[in-house]
């Protein structure tokens, strides 16, 4: 990871706006005066922030993950709710936060196609969440027979992946969610 420069607030903003130009036109037709304008601040001010295109993608995509990871253990986490209640939760706070937004297909090609910018990245993420829900079945005593808390956890991310895509919005995201949990984890 790249020393940090500036003020960290002000990155936050930076890569918070440049996350949507990137999901609007895409790693390779975005440019710096694109995420300069739209973080309202100068190109040399951005470039004092980050040395380059490549530097902010990356840095972009994990601030993106680092907070949908957050959301999803904090889900998780969740002293008041049954365990059902989190994964649905969880699953919304890694998968769901862009559903019913112009920028959710964007988002999904940046992580799916961006290999060569996010090297593992993305696949880091993916194995950290699918632990993280691996974990919250296996603590909760679920499941029984010969299903996996592993399997579960699967299977209830790539059902939240399918619906993501076949949904208007986000309401509708989570009550597929909330079915696909009531199946997973019907005894």
Do not use: C
């Not at 649905?88 to 019913?100: H, I, N, Q």
């Amino acid at each position: 990871m790249a020393a940090t420069r500036g003020d960290t607030q002000r990155r936050k903003q930076v890569l918070a706006a440049a996350l949507t130009v990137f999901a609007t036109f895409g790693y390779r037709k975005t440019s710096m005066d694109a995420v300069a304008q739209a973080a309202d601040i100068s190109r040399p001010g951005l470039y004092f922030l980050f040395s380059g295109k490549e530097e902010l993608f990356r840095e972009t995509m994990r601030q993106a993950l680092d907070e949908a990871l957050g959301d999803v253990r904090t889900a998780l986490a969740a002293p008041d709710a049954d365990l059902s209640a989190r994964l649905v939760t969880a699953l919304d706070a890694s998968l769901g936060r862009y559903v019913g937004t112009h920028i959710n297909e964007g988002v999904d090609d940046l992580l799916e196609q961006g290999t060569a910018q996010l090297e593992t990245m993305y696949d880091d993420y993916r194995a950290a969440f699918l632990d993280a829900f691996t974990e919250a079945v296996a603590t909760a005593g679920r499941p029984s027979g010969s299903v996996t808390p592993r399997q579960i956890a699967e299977v209830l991310h790539a059902a939240a992946e399918g619906w993501k895509h076949r949904v208007a919005d986000r309401p509708a995201f989570v009550d597929k969610l909330t079915m696909a949990v009531n199946v997973a984890l019907r005894p």
